[in-house]
C-alpha cells in the first residue's frame, strides 16, 4: 500500500475518444507528479504539481494532455482525442507516498 | 540534457550467485533512487542515496553511490527466485522539483 491510489486500474478505449483518469494522494502531500510508462521503457516525467499550481510541463505532454489538481488534493489527467500511442502505464506519484499502482490505457 | 543509462538490460542468473547491475549519469543530481517493478505492477521504492560513498543494504540487494564518477552499482548476493523483476534507477536533476529521470530497467531473471 503507498499513500497514492489512482482509478481506473485499466482502461480501453476507442481511438479518438477523450479519457480521463484520477489520482488521489493522502491530502498533506503537496508534491503530485504524472508519469507514463510505455512496455519495455522507464518511466517518463510528464508534470508535476505543487499544491493546485502546476508548475513544470514535460515536451511529451502535447496540447491533448491536460492534467488539473483543483485545491491542492486530487489530481486528473485528461488525454483528448487518444490515439493508439497513447499506449501505456500513467502513473501518478508523491514525494512522500511513493507512486500510485497506475491507469493502465489501451486505446484500440 | 541529463541522461540515465544502466547496463545490462536483460541479466539471467541462477539461483546463489552474485550479480551487479550498473547505473550511470550524465549530469549532477542532488540523490539517487532504485526501484524494483514486477509485471504489470507499479514501482517499488528500494533505496535513496543521497552523498556520495551512500551505501544502503536490505537483504540480498546492496546500492551504492559515487557522485564523482556519476555511477551507483545494485548488488545482488545468492540470488533467489523471488528477486526476478526489472529493476530501475533514476535520479533526481539537480534544482529539479523531483521529477525524476529513469533509466531504461534492467529485467533480472532469477533461475533456479
Known amino acids: 500500500d503507498t499513500g497514492v491510489s489512482q482509478n481506473p486500474r485499466h482502461k480501453i478505449t476507442k481511438r479518438g475518444q477523450n479519457v480521463t483518469f484520477r489520482c488521489d494522494p493522502i491530502?498533506?502531500?503537496?508534491?503530485l507528479y504524472w508519469y507514463r510508462q510505455t512496455l519495455g521503457q522507464g518511466p517518463e516525467f510528464l508534470t508535476y504539481?505543487?499544491?493546485?499550481?502546476?508548475?513544470?510541463k514535460s515536451r511529451l505532454l502535447s496540447d491533448r494532455f491536460s492534467a488539473e489538481r483543483p485545491k491542492g488534493s486530487f489530481s486528473t489527467l485528461e488525454i483528448q482525442r487518444t490515439e493508439q500511442g497513447d499506449s501505456a502505464m500513467y502513473l501518478c506519484?508523491?514525494?512522500?507516498?511513493?507512486f500510485g499502482s497506475g491507469t493502465r490505457l489501451t486505446v484500440v | 540534457e541529463l541522461k540515465v543509462e544502466q547496463n545490462p538490460l536483460f541479466l539471467s542468473m541462477q539461483e546463489g550467485k552474485n550479480y551487479t547491475i550498473y547505473c550511470n549519469y550524465s549530469?549532477?543530481?542532488?540523490?539517487l533512487y532504485w526501484y524494483r517493478q514486477d509485471p504489470g505492477k507499479s514501482l517499488e521504492s528500494l533505496f535513496v542515496?543521497?552523498?556520495?560513498?551512500a551505501v544502503k543494504q536490505e537483504g540480498r540487494l546492496m546500492a551504492s553511490l559515487d557522485t564523482k564518477a556519476r555511477l551507483s552499482t545494485l548488488h545482488i548476493t545468492a540470488a533467489v527466485h523471488d528477486l526476478s523483476a526489472t529493476y530501475f534507477c533514476?535520479?533526481?536533476?539537480?534544482?529539479?522539483?523531483?521529477?525524476?529521470?529513469f533509466g531504461k530497467g534492467t529485467k533480472l531473471s532469477v533461475k533456479p
Open positions: 549530469t549532477t543530481s542532488d540523490r
Open positions: 506519484a508523491s514525494r512522500q507516498g511513493g
Open positions: 533514476a535520479v533526481d536533476r539537480e534544482g529539479s522539483q523531483g521529477n525524476l529521470i
Open positions: 491530502s498533506e502531500h503537496n508534491r
Open positions: 542515496l543521497l552523498s556520495n560513498g
Open positions: 504539481f505543487q499544491n493546485e499550481a502546476q508548475l513544470e
